[in-house]
């Protein structure tokens, strides 16, 4: 008797991710691979990470964020003594991969959420998608973006890098494969 292994995979991400429909995307290069999937989806225009997870695992409550787009310390739900954390570690331990669109990097809200990912699912791969400015079509901008990014992530993460957490980099996307800086800004195409 052959068991099929089914991928559980979480993409969790704002409007470049959704507009862009990566949920078919991902099911259709499964597809032609013959891997077998399971997709869930957390998708909020303009949301992070810590908010798009926390509005997902805190029930009825959608003022978590304060001032700065972090997490309230009440609703920090990756600590272990918050009462959500609980939530928060089911959520994780039901996936084999998951991606993830950051709108900023050195948030250290999402830092921590993804050092807790790790720590309570050893076999969980994290996709990390780089998210730029608008101005990711200047070279020079583009650059200097690329190198804070993985300053960060290197930084924080070097061990797991090409491990256990991969790095798409959207900026090269967007030079390869849109001319200009209207086509990326268009909101129908977005």
């Not at 972090?70 to 003594?81: A, E, G, H, I």
Request: charged letters at 20%; glycine letters at 2%; aromatic letters at 14%.
């Amino acid at each position: 008797m052959m068991l099929i292994t089914i991928l559980k995979v979480l993409l969790i991400g704002n409007s470049l991710t959704y507009y862009n429909n990566f949920y078919q995307q991902i099911t259709d290069k499964c597809n032609v691979a013959g891997a077998k999937v399971q997709i869930d989806t957390m998708f909020m225009p303009g949301a992070n990470i810590p908010q798009l997870i926390g509005l997902n695992i805190i029930p009825n409550e959608q003022n978590i964020l304060d001032s700065n787009w972090n997490l309230k310390p009440q609703f920090r739900y990756y600590n272990t003594s918050n009462l959500f954390h609980i939530n928060f570690k089911k959520l994780i331990l039901n996936y084999d991969a998951i991606y993830l669109q950051p709108n900023n990097w050195t948030n250290k809200d999402c830092i921590e959420i993804i050092k807790c990912m790790l720590k309570i699912n050893p076999k969980l791969k994290i996709i990390i998608y780089q998210h730029f400015s608008i101005a990711v079509w200047d070279k020079e901008i583009y650059e200097y973006e690329l190198q804070s990014a993985y300053k960060v992530f290197i930084k924080e993460f070097k061990k797991y890098i090409d491990k256990r957490i991969f790095i798409v980099d959207f900026g090269e996307f967007i030079k390869t494969n849109i001319n200009t800086p209207d086509r990326y800004l268009d909101r129908d195409l977005h």
